[in-house]
């Protein structure tokens, strides 16, 4: 499988960059009480801090905003997924337990205040590119929606879009059935590479750690847009 930014989106935003990791033999389950105590309190300590200051206040969302608004979307109607968890938070409607892989994701994705989104590997056709959506691309989506995906970041393999920043499709999701998926973190564009890799090792060691099985990680960007997955 070939994992590739479209070469066009660097005209938009020139430090656009992903991290990938491969998970492969990894055994999803419920999560266990540590997992679930740590999202929980991480979702109480960010409750209270956005007492105090504007969910745009903090640094990652406002960065995806404004590449929300490069590729011509809106970012007001269109919540990257981040800032819509950010926004649950703040009304007090914390996220409930998944399973392992979901919960993981979802803390990181509080963490690290960007968007991150898992697939099962075995539920996508081809090769994927992360590219700009148009209007005929749609998705019934986690969210129990058809979504439109019109200038959105959106991955996409040979049976059409999947995943995006945005929300994520039903087709691709992690099941307690997965052992083998793509994590895709939508890193800030403004983070240096060093750190890039950093985060993202980081996050599938204690991914790993947790589910099991191997990872192996790889960061694409303007210098290195694709990658070959295997």
């Known amino acids: 499988m070939k994992f590739e930014i479209d070469p066009i989106l660097f005209d938009t935003v020139p430090s656009l960059k992903l991290g990938i990791n491969h998970y492969t033999k990894i055994t999803v389950s419920e999560s266990p009480q540590m997992l679930k105590g740590r999202l929980q309190l991480f979702q109480e300590h960010l409750f209270f801090d956005l007492e105090d200051k504007a969910v745009t206040d903090f640094p990652g969302i406002q960065e995806w905003r404004e590449v929300w608004k490069s590729f011509g979307a809106n970012p007001g109607r269109y919540r990257h997924s981040t800032e ?19 919960d993981l994701n979802n803390f ?74 793509i994590h895709v973190f939508f890193l ?12 993202t090792s980081s996050a599938g060691k204690m991914f790993t750690d947790l589910n099991g099985g191997e990872s192996h990680t790889s960061i694409l960007h303007s210098g290195q847009p694709s990658v070959k997955i295997s």
């Open 188 to 199: 800030r564009p403004s983070m240096p590479a060093e750190e890039a890799i950093e985060l």
């Open 84 to 102: 819509a968890l950010m926004r649950r938070i703040a009304k007090q409607k914390y996220l409930a337990p998944f399973h392992s892989a979901v």
């Open 108 to 181: 990181f994705s509080l963490q690290y205040v960007i968007p991150v989104g898992i697939y099962d590997i075995t539920a996508i056709e081809g090769d994927v590119t992360l590219k700009k959506g148009n209007e005929t691309m749609a998705y019934e989506g986690l969210n129990g929606r058809l979504n439109t995906l019109e200038n959105i970041l959106t991955l996409s393999d040979s049976l059409g879009g999947f995943g995006s920043p945005y929300v994520d499709s039903k087709r691709t999701a992690v099941t307690e059935s997965t052992t083998e998926a």
